[in-house]
């Protein structure tokens, strides 16, 4: 094929594949997702013996994978929550649902929910992936933010996002943390005179909602620090999975592996 060509098919493909519209349905079905995961995380809440989810491992493999955080390993896991063992479906949307932990030595809670706090300090923190961040208002451990996140895999997109971020304090060595998206908009030509927002829900659907779950455990002379993520985006249109595929798949696993690692390198003071 010329080159023309594959320019042409290429933006045919790109115009298809922006062609998403989110459903009542699908919010429902995906609301149903995360009141039956939290539902059963949150029996963990207040348990400081399983308030990590490496430690509801059976042994050995609790040990085994705690010695490999406590050496500057990544713990990552794919995750599915069932209902009654039943899967639970999601009718015009995928669920990417991840959960990862890292370990930082010589550092305590409070630095790390600090850390994590520092909302106008993101996109210094975890550029490229967050490009803006603000702090909209703060009352006590309850925070509302602004956040431009820029995702590239194949394709490039780019969203800008509100949330509501709530922090908890059972004891002096445990936080953690609930946040909600309450809006995504995808960005049409960003930072250009051109930028404009599509409707929200009206667009590549690559993102349209994002709940995250901080967990902050002093022990063993160090904090670890875990993540627990739940987005929703569009299935993948048939015959273009080549294009948004692995966008789609990867981008949900590879982000919480760049927010963990830059989580723990800045802490560490990498």
């Given at each position: 094929m010329k080159a023309g060509g594959v320019v042409i098919l290429l933006a045919l493909a790109g115009s298809q594949a922006a062609a998403a519209d989110l459903q009542p349905r699908t919010v429902a079905a995906f609301d149903r997702y995360v009141a039956e995961t939290e539902r059963q995380s949150d029996a963990t809440l207040n348990d400081a013996a399983r308030f990590l989810w490496v430690d509801d491992r059976a042994e050995p493999d609790r040990r085994t994978r705690l010695d490999a955080l406590k050496k500057g390993g990544l713990l990552i896991e794919r995750l599915e929550t069932r209902q009654a063992g039943?899967?639970?479906?999601?009718?015009?949307?995928?669920?990417?649902?991840?959960?990862?932990?890292?370990?930082?030595?010589?550092?305590?809670?409070?630095?790390?929910?600090?850390?994590?706090?520092?909302?106008?300090?993101?996109?210094?923190?975890?550029?490229?992936?967050?490009?803006r961040s603000t702090l909209l208002e703060r009352d006590g451990d309850m925070f509302r933010i602004s956040l431009r996140f820029f995702m590239k895999k194949v394709i490039t997109v780019v969203v800008n996002s509100e949330h509501e971020a709530r922090f908890t304090r059972p004891s002096p060595t445990r936080a953690y943390s609930r946040i909600v998206s309450t809006r995504i908009a995808e960005v049409d030509?960003?930072?250009?005179?051109?930028?404009?927002?599509?409707?929200?829900?009206?667009?590549?659907?690559?993102?349209?909602?994002?709940?995250?779950?901080?967990?902050?455990?002093?022990?063993?002379?160090?904090?670890?620090?875990?993540?627990?993520?739940?987005?929703?985006?569009?299935?993948?249109?048939?015959?273009?999975?080549?294009l948004i595929g692995p966008f789609l798949t990867s981008i949900p696993k590879d982000s919480l592996t760049f927010m963990l690692e830059h989580t723990r390198d800045t802490l560490a003071g990498r």
């Open positions: 039943k899967k639970l479906d999601v009718p015009g949307g995928l669920i990417h649902h991840w959960l990862g932990a890292v370990f930082v030595p010589g550092i305590s809670v409070d630095r790390a929910v600090a850390l994590m706090q520092d909302y106008g300090r993101h996109a210094d923190i975890f550029k490229p992936a967050i490009a030509h960003p930072d250009t005179p051109k930028e404009t927002e599509k409707p929200v829900g009206q667009d590549g659907g690559y993102l349209w909602r994002l709940n995250s779950y901080w967990r902050f455990l002093e022990r063993d002379g160090g904090t670890y620090v875990q993540c627990e993520s739940i987005t929703l985006s569009r299935r993948i249109p048939t015959g273009l999975g080549w």
